[in-house]
């Protein structure tokens, strides 16, 4: 941990004021700091500290206090979830003055004890431009509470799972999984996890999709996309590594989902069910820039479905489709020949899909008849296989599979809620089914600042998920703290550039590099778990760290914006004044001020974050300090500095020796620990 003493400045009233100005006297007495704040108004400034290329970004509930509300009828199934969320959000309160409050204008500690019905989100408003408007500056939702019944599909550019096709999924690297759909409007969505972050996204990637879609990789940091469209043609967008194509053409007849593989860097195979319920293939050698002249070669057979392949090695192809019979059929492409088509039994009753995690490992995963997942697998390239695996589970379409890295493969589908539904293979084990949309038991999210940078998305249903997560003895403080943190400005610490690069965690260290208000710190609530580096992470520790507070506290500034700095204003003759940043003293980084103005006597002595001055006279001397915040937000302090004699300044030092056994105990106040510099 980073002990530093909490600053906090007294609020105009209430318990946080009594904790503060108890502080302040604290402070003074034992000649710690001379923090001379005069009381402020509640904060009502609040910002998203950075967007995505790093500039501060002052956007959200900036202007006014942060309300919160929970969507759905979240008060009335689950009252008891509600109060603690709110209970807990508390902790930004003491932290940094925010202050929370209903859509209504009560506050939010208040309304959930005495009418708890008030934090209901209200029905969405439509704007000018069609989409939807919710209010709140938070929106919660909460596992097992009725969602879709009383809020309607958000608005065009708002993010939800509400699926009308089968997913498909690709992955570029280890711990990357890049998932497509086609939406309740019947465009192409695209959402992406990493090990480092977790889910991604929603993007929408437009169109007009008659399909589902289906993806691949052809390289690192490269995707291709198709789908048919509402007009039957093939299209497709490509990736690549910092923009996607417009729609593209590839013709064709195709009357089912399509499928998309490649078996090494640059190529591409496609594959379709045509209109005359033979099986089709183009390729592409150069990551679909262009395509084979001769057009789409015919592989025969007699498909009721789409088919699903996979690569097994370089220049190795499998592909499956449901026969005449509703069994599954295949043909292998060896090298130089496409073999026969062979049939492996079965029941289906979707299309099928194929993975590969290593080389001659092939896994094929279909909906039966009864609508469970079944699997088959190879560890020869398909020369032999395994009987039927049932692997239980109830889904509304075909599956797809994916294998982010050796031994583990991925598995999502369409769930009878139209939401998107996962389980995976970790090596050992298959890990339960769970359901990975909008309002889903396992998972939370929030939010991040730079995601709020498109204004649409503030429109959105939601921005905010707790789930009920299935860890034993998961604290639910932490994951709320730490949902909320992102909602309130906070960003993943351990994917700071500056983390720890010994730490042998997937996604440790690197992405972004935004308002790095203050050092890495392990023990943020912000923080994952890494077994590996000793990091408990954000489940690990009991609430928000001293850090944390620390750039709540520079982002969430109060009304009346006082210069906060640590030294003694009350100094001996020959004696040297020197007093510094209180927020630089805590840790802070030099992005978090600039301008500084220190002034005694009207004289300007420093145009640092410290002032140094010897030679002071006896007597009072005026004191103007002056900074602006890395939002250009602007902060003063206006005093007095006393220089006493010998004799005075004894007098007074005993003085307050003879009172501090009396005032001792306020500074073992357990919210606001005190640490001596």
Not at 240 to 257: C, K, T
Not at 570 to 585: D, E, K, N
Request: proline share 4%; with cysteine.
């Amino acid at each position: 941990m980073h002990p530093f003493p909490h600053i906090g400045r007294p609020s105009a009233g209430g318990a946080a004021g009594r904790r503060g100005l108890r502080l302040l006297l604290a402070v003074l007495l034992v000649g710690l700091a001379a923090l001379l704040l005069q009381p402020g108004g509640l904060s009502r400034a609040a910002v998203y500290w950075a967007s995505a290329n790093g500039a501060p970004l002052a956007l959200g509930v900036r202007g006014r206090d942060v309300t919160v509300c929970f969507v759905g009828n979240a008060v009335t199934a689950r009252p008891d979830r509600v109060r603690q969320i709110v209970d807990y959000i508390q902790r930004f309160e003491w932290a940094a003055n925010i202050r929370f409050y209903t859509v209504g204008g009560a506050r939010l500690s208040t309304a959930a004890q005495n009418d708890i019905a008030s934090l209901r989100c209200p029905p969405p408003t439509q704007q000018g431009n069609g989409w939807d408007a919710y209010a709140g500056d938070i929106r919660v939702v909460i596992p097992n509470t009725d969602v879709n019944a009383t809020d309607p599909v958000p608005g065009t550019g708002c993010e939800t799972y509400r699926m009308t096709s089968a997913p498909d999924a690709t992955s570029w690297s280890s711990g990357r999984v890049d998932l497509f759909w086609r939406g309740w409007d019947h465009t192409l969505r695209h959402k992406w996890w990493t090990d480092a972050d977790g889910w991604r996204g929603t993007e929408n990637l437009g169109g007009d999709l008659s399909s589902g879609p289906s993806a691949a990789s052809w390289d690192v940091n490269r995707l291709i996309v198709l789908a048919r469209w509402s007009d039957g043609s093939l299209r497709y967008r490509r990736w690549d590594g910092s923009a996607w194509s417009v729609w593209q053409s590839l013709g064709g007849s195709p009357v089912d989902d399509p499928d998309v593989v490649s078996w090494g860097t640059n190529r591409l195979d496609v594959f379709v069910r045509w209109s005359d319920n033979t099986l089709r293939h183009r390729w592409s050698t150069d990551g679909g820039a262009t395509w084979n002249g001769s057009g789409w070669e015919d592989l025969g057979g007699a498909l009721t479905s789409g088919p699903g392949a996979t690569s097994w090695a370089a220049n190795r192809l499998i592909v499956f489709v449901r026969g005449l019979d509703g069994g599954l059929w295949y043909r292998r492409w060896d090298g130089s020949a496409w073999s026969a088509w062979q049939s492996l039994g079965g029941a289906l009753s979707a299309d099928p899909d194929a993975a590969s995690w290593g080389t001659n490992r092939v896994d094929v995963l279909v909906r039966w008849s009864d609508n469970t997942l079944r699997r088959r697998w190879s560890t020869d390239g398909g020369l032999t296989w395994s009987e039927w695996q049932n692997l239980g589970d109830v889904m509304a379409s075909g599956p797809t599979a994916v294998a982010r890295q050796s031994n583990y493969l991925d598995l999502y589908w369409r769930g009878g809620n139209d939401s998107l539904w996962s389980r995976w293979w970790d090596g050992s084990n298959w890990v339960n089914a769970r359901d990975i949309g909008d309002n889903a038991g396992w998972g939370s999210w929030s939010s991040e600042p730079w995601s709020l940078n498109e204004p649409n998305r503030r429109a959105c249903l939601y921005n905010l998920k707790l789930g009920d997560d299935p860890w034993s003895g998961t604290p639910y403080l932490n994951h709320t703290l730490h949902e909320f943190g992102h909602a309130l400005g906070l960003s993943h610490e351990h994917s700071r550039p500056d983390a720890n690069a010994g730490c042998t965690e997937l996604g440790y260290g690197g992405g972004s590099n935004a308002g790095l208000l203050t050092p890495y710190d392990r023990d943020s609530v912000m923080h994952y778990a890494f077994a590996s580096c000793g990091i408990e992470g954000n489940y690990g520790n009991s609430g928000l760290s001293a850090y944390d507070r620390l750039a709540l506290h520079i982002m969430y500034p109060e009304d009346v914006r006082v210069v906060e700095f640590y030294g003694n204003t009350v100094i001996r003759v020959g004696q040297s004044l020197q007093l510094t940043s209180a927020w630089h003293a805590q840790g802070a980084t030099a992005l978090t001020t600039k301008n500084w103005v220190w002034k005694v006597d009207g004289v300007t002595h420093s145009t640092a974050s410290a002032l140094n001055l010897a030679g002071l006279p006896a007597g009072d001397h005026s004191l103007t300090v002056e900074h602006d915040d890395f939002l250009d937000r602007h902060y003063t302090y206006s005093g007095k500095v006393q220089v006493l004699t010998a004799a005075d300044y004894d007098t007074l030092v005993a003085a307050q020796a003879a009172n501090q056994a009396a005032l001792a105990p306020i500074l073992y106040d357990v919210n606001l620990p005190l640490v001596a510099k």
